[in-house]
C-alpha cells in the first residue's frame, strides 16, 4: 500500500494530522494498534485551552514540596518505587521551571495556543462535529480567598504579554454562573474564551470518520515495525505493509519507545491522570468544567456524568495502575455539589506525554529524511492537537508555515 504520509498513532494528535493532510489532499495511512482515541486522549478533561500558554510548573514552595514528598496531597502523586527512573526527568522539569524558563516556554507556546480554537474549528467543520465544541469556556474556583487574592494577582502578570481575557467572579458571580456548586467555593476565574468538549473520546472518532471519508485509511499495525527504505518509510499492519516518503511519529507517550533506537535523544516524563464519573444528585448540573484550585482536580460535565480528573501521578509509564488521588478527591468534589455514586467501579488511567521543557515536540527528525515528529503535548495535546497538525501539515507539503517551527524542534535535546 503506497501513501504520501503515514502517520503513526491514532490518538488525538495523530488523528487531527491525518485529517489536515487528507484536507490538504495527501492519500495518507494512518497506523494505531487499537482504535483511534482510545489511549490518553480517550479520558481527558475535555478542555481546549486558548489561554494556557503559561506552561504548569514544577513547584518550588518547600512546605508543598514537602507535603508531596509524603503524598499527602491530592492533586500530585508518586511511586516511590520509580524515584529512580523518574528522578532525571523531574530535575530537569525543575530547573526549567525557573521564572525565566516558564517565559521562555510561554512565548513559544503563544503562537499554536492562540491558534488552538480555530484548528479545532477547522477539523471539526470538515468533520461535521462543530456542535462537539461547547463555547463558554471553564472556571478556575477558589475555597480560600487569600490562595484566590494571590492567584489573582499572579494572573494579572502571567496573562498580561498574551491580552488573554478573563473574569474575576465573587460569591455571587460564581453561584449566578454555577447554581449547583456549595457554598465552599468563594471565588473564581472565568476564562470565557477556551473552548471544552463532552466527550473527547468522540471528536477523534469524528476526525478519524472525516480523515476516511476523505480516502484515508485506518490501517491496524505495530509502529515499532519502522523501516526506512530509499524511497521513504514502511510499517507492517494487519492488512500489509504500507509505504509512503513522509512519516509522521503521533504516538505520544510511546515516541521514544520508537525513537531512542533510532539514535535520538527523548527525555519524556510521565505524568499520569485518572477519571472517574460521578452521576449527579436529582437534578443538579453543572455548565461548564470547574477547577477545584485548593485542591488540584477537575470536574467536567461529560456525556457519561460529572467527570472528576485527577492531577498528575509520577510514575513509570507502565508501572501499575494506582488510583489513589481519586479516592482522595471524591469527598471535596461532593462536597462541591450533589453527587450519587460512581459509574464506573474502575478509574480510567491516562499518560500525559511531557517534555522537560514544558514545550511540545513538533517538526522534522533532525537525523532522518522524510521523518516528522508530533508527540509530548502534555497537559495539552486536545487543545494542541489542530493547531499542530496544521503546522506540521504545512512543512510537509511545504507552504509557509504560519509560524517558526524551530522552538519545537527536537534538536534541542540532541
Ligand atoms: C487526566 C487527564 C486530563 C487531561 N486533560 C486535558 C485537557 O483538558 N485538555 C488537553 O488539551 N489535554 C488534556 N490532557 C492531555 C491530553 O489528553 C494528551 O496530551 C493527549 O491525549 C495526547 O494525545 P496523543 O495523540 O499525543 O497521545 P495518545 O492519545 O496516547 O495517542 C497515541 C496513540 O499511539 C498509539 N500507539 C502507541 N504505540 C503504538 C504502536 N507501537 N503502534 C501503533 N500505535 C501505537 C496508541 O494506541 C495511541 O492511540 C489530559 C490528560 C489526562 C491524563
Known sequence: MQFDVLVLGGGI??????LDLALRGKSVGLIERGTPGGATSFGNAGLIQSEAMMPYAFPRDPLLLLQYAFNLKPEAH?????????????????????????LK?????????????????????????????RHGGWIKAFRDAKHMDADIRQTAID????????EVLDRKGMQAAEPNLSDVIVGGIKWSTPYSLNDPEALTLAYAKAFEALGGKILNGNAMTLAQEQAGWSVKTVEGVASAPDCV????????????????????????????????????????????ADVGYMMV?????????????FADRDSPETPVQIDMIEPYAREMMPLEGRVEAKPWMGVRPCMPD?????????????????????HHGLTLAGASARLLGEMITGEAPYTDPTPYNLARFQ
Open 159 to 166: 496573562v498580561a504579554p498574551f491580552g488573554v481575557q478573563y
Open 105 to 133: 516556554t510561554a512565548a513559544a507556546n503563544f503562537p499554536i495556543f492562540s491558534r488552538c480554537l480555530a484548528e479545532h474549528e477547522r477539523l471539526a467543520k470538515a468533520a461535521g462535529a462543530s456542535a462537539m465544541l
Open 301 to 313: 460535565p461529560m456525556a457519561r456524568g460529572i467527570r472528576l480528573t485527577s492531577g498528575a501521578e
Open 13 to 18: 494528535v495523530g488523528t487531527a494530522q491525518a
Open 249 to 292: 511519529v503521533a504516538l505520544g507517550p510511546w515516541a521514544p519507545d520508537l525513537l531512542r533506537p533510532m539514535g535520538y535523544k527523548v527525555p519524556m516524563g510521565y505524568k499520569r491522570g485518572y477519571h472517574v464519573h460521578m452521576r449527579p444528585k436529582g437534578n443538579a448540573t453543572l455548565n461548564l468544567p470547574v477547577l477545584d
Open 78 to 102: 508518586y511511586h516511590l518505587k520509580d524515584v529512580f527512573k523518574v528522578a532525571p526527568f523531574l530535575y530537569r522539569y525543575f530547573r526549567s521551571s525557573n521564572r525565566e524558563g516558564q
Open 358 to 378: 514544558m514545550l511540545c515536540v513538533m517538526g522534522k527528525a533532525p537525523k532522518h529524511k522524510g521523518l516528522w515528529l508530533n508527540f509530548g503535548h502534555a
